[in-house]
Structure formats: structure tokens, C-alpha cells
């Protein structure tokens, strides 16, 4: 009943017990998962996994971290000719990230764009990483305004006022476990956004939320965040998975259906 609409269990980082980490989210009822690509190696291992388990969706997309390398028209085209592959449910990560030097801002806005077009152009959701950079990030969520852009705003660390412009431009609020972290600024978040709005992710193999910090994220533990959440918005744990769940058939293109071979 659980969702992780976000973690990266294609990484290297699983390599060794994948099989293990699977079984332990089927355990703790995590009944849906979306493995997003972060360049054209990545998005092709996300397909590749989604292919041999029936709860499990890939997106394709050029992490804003990848543009020094990877920044080609040949990337553009590769990973559009991806998005007719049969589980692909959304372009991403992509997005601006300018809390590292290093990475051209000029340059992550135009990779940016040309991947929310192709988003746009195929009617796809598109899953969007922003750190560091919301004025840049809403800007061009606007500029590039549709009637079909919508998407999430992945690991979601901006305040009210963002969420609430995202929400405007289409997108709902992605929470990951930072959520349980003592400084979070994000339970204030959780607190005023719609439950329509929001989705729950781990992000992993990165930020695992209290009491896990400091050891490598799993799918498994998107059930603390969704407790959390259940308990700002007092409502049952049941109730809030009910809801965040049918959040994600409301954005992604999943078919129902798929659900009832889910336990
Ligand atoms: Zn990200
Ligand atoms: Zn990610």
C-alpha cells in the first residue's frame, strides 16, 4: 500500500543484496516504486529493472549534475526514443541543482527546458530535481506553462511559498525522510499542503530518514515517512497510503489495473 515514487534501486549502490532489498519493501507492503534515470546509462538500467518486476516504473531524464558530460542533442534524441519503452512513466531527474560550483547554471536551464518539452510533447509527467535554485526553477516552470506540464517536485526542500507556486505550475510535493529530521523546516510543508498534493519517497540509496541516518537509504523505509506524514495530517497511516497512492495514478501514467495483480 506504501509508495516510493522516487529511489534509485537501479544504482550500484544495491548491486550486492538487490534481491534482499526487495523482498524487505515487499514486507513492509511497499506495493509501488518509481526508478528514475539520471542519463542515458541509468535511465536504461531504471527500464531494464522495471522489466522484471511488475510494481516497478522507470523515467528517463539528465540529471543537472550529468550536463558537463552528457550534454549532447544525441543525449536529447536517445533518451526521447527511451519514452516508448513500455514501463517509462515520466521524464527525469531533471531539473537545476546549484549547490555544488562547478556545474553551469546557463547550461542546466537549457538541458532543463529541452527536457521538459519532451515531457510536454509526449504527454509525460516530468520528475523534477531543484536544489539551491528556486527562482530559476519556478521561472522556467512558468515560462515553459502547458496544459499538459505537470509533474513532482522530487525530494521536495523548499518552503510553503514554493510549494505552493509548484502546485500552481502543475506539480505535486514529493517528501522524502528528511522529513524526520529534527531542523526540517518540511513538517510545516506537510502540514499546510493539500494531501492531494503530496507524495512520499526515499530517494534512495541517499538521505535516510531518523533512525537510519548515516547508513545507505532503502525503498523500505518510505514507510516512516508516510507514517509521519499520517500523524502531522492526523489521519490514519492506512488512509494517508490510500490517498498518496491514488496520487500517483492521478499524475503517472499507470494502469490501474496493473494494481490488482499488487498485493
Ligand atoms: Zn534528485
Ligand atoms: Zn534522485
Not at 28 to 55: C, K, V, Y
Not at 187 to 212: K, M, Q, R
Request: hydrophobic share 35%.
Amino acid at each position: 500500500m506504501f509508495v516510493d515514487v522516487h529511489c534509485h534501486l537501479s544504482f550500484p549502490e544495491f548491486d550486492e543484496d538487490r534481491p534482499e532489498v526487495i523482498r524487505r519493501l515487499r514486507e513492509q507492503n511497499i506495493s509501488l516504486l518509481i526508478d528514475p534515470g539520471t542519463n542515458t546509462e541509468t535511465s536504461r538500467r531504471s527500464i531494464e529493472l522495471s522489466a522484471h518486476h511488475e510494481f516497478i516504473y522507470a523515467t528517463v531524464g539528465l540529471h543537472p549534475h550529468e550536463i558537463s558530460t552528457a550534454f549532447s542533442p544525441e543525449t536529447f534524441s536517445l533518451l526521447e526514443a527511451l519514452t516508448t519503452e513500455p514501463k517509462v512513466v515520466g521524464i527525469g531527474e531533471i531539473g537545476l541543482d546549484y549547490h555544488y560550483p562547478g556545474y553551469d547554471a546557463k547550461t542546466q536551464q537549457e538541458a532543463f527546458r529541452s527536457m521538459l518539452r519532451i515531457a510536454k510533447k509526449h504527454d509525460l509527467p516530468a520528475v523534477v530535481h531543484s536544489r539551491d535554485a528556486w527562482e530559476d526553477t519556478l521561472r522556467i516552470l512558468k515560462e515553459e506553462q502547458s496544459s499538459n506540464l505537470r509533474g513532482i517536485m522530487h525530494c521536495f526542500s523548499g518552503n510553503m511559498e514554493h510549494a505552493r507556486q509548484c502546485i500552481l505550475s502543475g506539480f505535486k510535493i514529493s517528501i522524502p525522510g528528511t522529513l524526520t529530521y529534527k531542523k526540517s523546516s518540511l513538517p510545516e510543508v506537510v502540514g499546510e499542503v493539500a494531501i492531494g498534493d503530496l507524495l512520499t519517497e526515499t530517494d534512495a540509496p541517499y538521505l535516510p530518514p531518523v533512525p537510519f541516518r548515516g547508513k545507505r537509504n532503502e525503498p523500505s523505509y518510505v514507510r516512516i515517512v508516510t507514517e509521519k506524514i499520517a500523524a502531522i495530517k492526523e489521519l490514519t497511516v492506512e488512509k494517508t497510503a490510500a490517498i498518496i497512492k491514488n496520487n500517483v495514478f492521478t499524475l503517472f501514467p499507470i494502469r490501474r489495473h496493473s494494481q490488482t495483480s499488487i498485493p
